[in-house]
């Protein structure tokens, strides 16, 4: 079947049709409305969807206060950032985001942070109302955020918002079934078929998959990346659509 797409014209709702269409959605809704198999969320763990997150970026914070801060509380990989007062904030009934800890990314000035913290479970990116109530619950986690920095970190009381992020960043919705489909081991071991038409070098990095607040990690065993071949752009049972 070959797909067309309504369109709102001057005219009324019209055809278009075309030889290829991309569906660019990023949830697949063209795929799905063409009646392409999908899945929503994660088959393997009932349909549940990775949390969304509510991007943030802070000044204020010297980064030598950070790095003393990290040091002090015997930083590694193993004790990750911000811990020790998460936990005094969770004690405190002051924190409520399932996460226990914080991450941040060093911006282009010596006191500028981006914040990738906020956790928001239960998101349906299909769903508009779901969405909408994200948004707003995310900026309120951005405030709890701000609390534990400005309470808690020596140094931490002239941290300034300086913006959020203009919209709910999703890592999980519909899944389109194309010919292929990329899995854990194709990412672990390093394989590169021939039609690839993308090389990643990301590893496996999958939140919620230890529970509401864990992540669950994987990295590439084989090679320094993997590719994601043509196949998976191809949806099932209909022709002259890519995804």
Not at 109 to 121: A, G, I, K, P
Not at 138 to 149: A, C, M, T
């Amino acid at each position: 079947r070959i797909v067309g797409v309504d369109v709102l014209t001057k005219k009324g709702v019209e055809r278009l049709r075309a030889k290829v269409v991309v569906d660019a959605t990023g949830d697949g809704d063209v795929a799905f409305r063409a009646g392409v198999p999908c899945e929503l969320g994660d088959a393997g763990r009932g349909g549940a969807m990775q949390p969304a997150t509510t991007f943030f970026r802070i000044g204020g914070l010297p980064r030598k206060v950070v790095e003393d801060d990290y040091a002090a509380h015997g930083g590694s990989m193993k004790v990750r950032l911000f811990s020790w007062y998460v936990k005094k904030a969770k004690t405190a009934g002051k924190w409520h985001i399932p996460r226990p800890h914080v991450n941040l990314y060093l911006g282009v000035r010596d006191d500028e942070w981006f914040v990738n913290c906020s956790r928001l479970n239960g998101v349906d990116a299909t769903d508009p109302k779901s969405v909408s109530a994200a948004e707003t619950a995310g900026r309120r986690q951005v405030r709890e955020i701000l609390d534990l920095l400005r309470t808690y970190l020596p140094g931490g009381r002239d941290i300034r918002l300086l913006s959020t992020s203009s919209t709910l960043g999703i890592r999980e919705s519909r899944h389109v079934l194309g010919d292929y489909r990329l899995d854990a081991e194709d990412v672990v071991q390093g394989r590169v078929p021939d039609d690839s038409i993308a090389l990643c070098a990301n590893s496996i990095d999958l939140h919620g998959g230890k529970g509401a607040a864990g992540t669950l990690y994987r990295t590439i065993e084989n090679g320094r990346w993997y590719g994601i071949p043509y196949r998976c752009l191809l949806p099932r049972t209909v022709d002259g659509l890519l995804v």
